[in-house]
């Protein structure tokens, strides 16, 4: 798996995403067996966050990377009401009690919220101190939110970025690679929705003998210090993503894809889900 620099460590270009993890104990051994064969396959970043079900993904991340903490490059987020001075080292220590380990390699703030940026950012550097974090970093800051903030320190800025959602392209993008700032693309795959169903999408896929998902990771991978963090439980899914990494799309590919899914042409406002 090709691999970037990330917080000054080397992790894969495609990680494991873990939203809706945890939410059915009856899917629990599943969603386990899916992050484990993940590693396997090389996609050791894990992304998580106390938010998704409430901790239970956490757990779930927990239960896959018990025995083997090392091999595997954790990411969870803090939720913004949590984001302040007493709130950042409490929700700290619930997520490592629940993921079962002693330190989270990146820790993220999941969205600006209602604390001063001061005020997390000077209690991320205190649990970094303590060894309970490797760095941090923020989620879904847009190109102002970053100027704003002004910390080299930041790690990442993990924002919304697929075929569909090509907004930060304009500026985020281009700004954060010249700042050498690590994108990490969420819902790489459009969630698994209708975007996999489109034709162009499709007959680039096959021209690779790969899948639409295939394709749209391998066209995330195209930009520079970009992540992909694709969430997939059925065991073929993990398998094919992967292996995605791989896929060198050409020219041609790329031309059609821009006729299919336009390049914004003037700022906007950074998309969430
Ligand atoms: N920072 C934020 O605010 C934020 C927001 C959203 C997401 N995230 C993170 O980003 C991760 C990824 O986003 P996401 O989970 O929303 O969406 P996604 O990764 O784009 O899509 C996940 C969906 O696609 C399906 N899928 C996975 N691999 C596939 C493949 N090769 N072919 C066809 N379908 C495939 C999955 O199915 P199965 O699971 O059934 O295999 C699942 O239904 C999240 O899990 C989370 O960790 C962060």
Known sequence: MRTLELAGVQVP??????????????????????????????????????????????????QAIAGQR?????????????ASRRGIPEACERSLRRLGTDY????????????????????????????KIGRWGVSNFDLDDVHELAAPACATNQVLYNLEQRGIEFDL?????????????????????????NDTLRHVAARHQATPAQVALAWILRQDGVIAIPKAVHPEHVQLNAQAASLQL?????????????APERKQRLAMV
Request: aromatic share 8%; net charge negative; proline share 4%.
């Open 13 to 62: 270009v495609i990680g494991q995403g873990t939203w809706q993890m945890g939410e059915d104990r009856s899917q629990r051994a599943r969603e386990v067996a899916a992050l484990r064969q993940g590693i396997e396959s090389g996609m050791t970043l894990i992304d998580t966050a106390e938010m998704y079900a409430e901790g239970g993904a956490e757990e779930v991340v927990g």
């Open 70 to 82: 090392d091999r595997v490059f954790l990411v969870s987020k803090v939720y913004p009401h949590n």
């Open 104 to 131: 989270i390699d990146l820790y993220l703030l999941h969205w600006r919220g209602q604390y001063p940026l001061e005020e997390t950012v000077e209690a991320f550097e205190r649990l970094q101190e303590a060894g």
């Open 173 to 197: 993008l281009p700004w954060s690679q010249q700042q050498r700032l690590p994108t990490m693309a969420y819902c790489p795959i459009g969630q698994g929705g209708k975007m996999l169903a």
């Open 250 to 262: 050409e020219a041609g590919d790329l031309e059609a894809l821009d006729q299919a899914f336009h």
